[in-house]
């Protein structure tokens, strides 16, 4: 398949047998279910180190998948890939949309994505806490680990019933901005400024100005405080 073909998003019946396909006896319940690998992307996409498929495969579909056919296995390696490359993509912007099932209270489960997000950043070889500003990192990732269910016990148990529910209502509706500024965040640490190179040499301070003026240059565009 080429590269142009990798980059076409899942129609919904291609999402549906991706659906049916992480869910199958193919991965021995190993691989990450849609929730789970759409947050699970998302993080890798916004590393702050690029994590190669080569990396992040068998976090997503265990070590020894079951495959009964070479093209079983291309078929689902294509789907995986096609799918990474639409989050990649779809992170980088401003409007996205989370994939979410329900519990077992018809209420959105966030705790899947979540928890897929916290492992991606985990997969990274740098330690997210120790290449950024700890303190930013750490309060950028509270909604998920929140979310996730993952806060550490004796910081759970000292809040309220009721401030947990706000805690959570609160991590909810944040969650969406909190993905966007975390990619945002390590876009910088990815993309180190740029060295602008002068195409032509800088005058001498006796040169003519090359303004035209026909003044020195120290005496024109090279004055202190000139403006040209």
């Given at each position: 398949m080429s590269d142009a073909d990798l980059g076409k998003p899942l129609s919904q019946d291609e999402f549906n047998q991706l659906e049916r396909l992480l869910d199958s006896d193919l991965f021995r319940g190993d691989a990450l279910l849609p929730d789970e690998l759409q947050g699970f992307f998302f993080a890798v996409a916004s590393?702050?180190?690029?994590?190669?498929?080569?990396?992040?495969?068998?976090?997503?579909?265990?070590?020894?998948?079951?495959?009964?056919?070479?093209e079983e296995a291309q078929r689902a390696l294509e789907l995986i890939m096609r799918f990474y490359n639409h989050c990649v993509k779809t992170v980088a912007g401003e409007d996205f949309e989370l994939i979410l099932y329900r519990d077992e209270n018809d209420e959105l489960d966030f705790a899947p994505w979540c928890s897929g997000y916290l492992a991606g950043v985990e997969l990274s070889e740098e330690d997210w806490m120790d290449v950024g500003d700890a303190e930013e990192i750490g309060e950028l990732l509270f909604p998920f680990i929140v979310l996730a269910n993952a806060l550490p016990d004796e910081e759970r148990r000292v809040i309220k019933p009721a401030e947990w529910r706000q805690l959570v209502q609160s991590c909810q509706d944040s969650l969406g901005d909190a993905i966007a500024q975390i990619h945002a965040y390590w876009l910088v640490v990815r993309s180190p400024?740029?060295?602008?190179?002068?195409?032509?040499?800088?005058?001498?301070?006796?040169?003519?100005?090359?303004c035209g003026s026909g003044k020195k240059w120290k005496q024109c565009c090279g004055a202190p405080g000139a403006l040209h």
């Amino acid at each position: 398949m080429s590269d142009a073909d990798l980059g076409k998003p899942l129609s919904q019946d291609e999402f549906n047998q991706l659906e049916r396909l992480l869910d199958s006896d193919l991965f021995r319940g190993d691989a990450l279910l849609p929730d789970e690998l759409q947050g699970f992307f998302f993080a890798v996409a916004s590393a702050p180190d690029f994590i190669p498929p080569s990396r992040w495969l068998p976090a997503v579909i265990g070590e020894a998948p079951d495959f009964a056919t070479d093209e079983e296995a291309q078929r689902a390696l294509e789907l995986i890939m096609r799918f990474y490359n639409h989050c990649v993509k779809t992170v980088a912007g401003e409007d996205f949309e989370l994939i979410l099932y329900r519990d077992e209270n018809d209420e959105l489960d966030f705790a899947p994505w979540c928890s897929g997000y916290l492992a991606g950043v985990e997969l990274s070889e740098e330690d997210w806490m120790d290449v950024g500003d700890a303190e930013e990192i750490g309060e950028l990732l509270f909604p998920f680990i929140v979310l996730a269910n993952a806060l550490p016990d004796e910081e759970r148990r000292v809040i309220k019933p009721a401030e947990w529910r706000q805690l959570v209502q609160s991590c909810q509706d944040s969650l969406g901005d909190a993905i966007a500024q975390i990619h945002a965040y390590w876009l910088v640490v990815r993309s180190p400024p740029t060295t602008v190179r002068r195409d032509t040499p800088k005058p001498g301070r006796n040169d003519r100005c090359p303004c035209g003026s026909g003044k020195k240059w120290k005496q024109c565009c090279g004055a202190p405080g000139a403006l040209h």
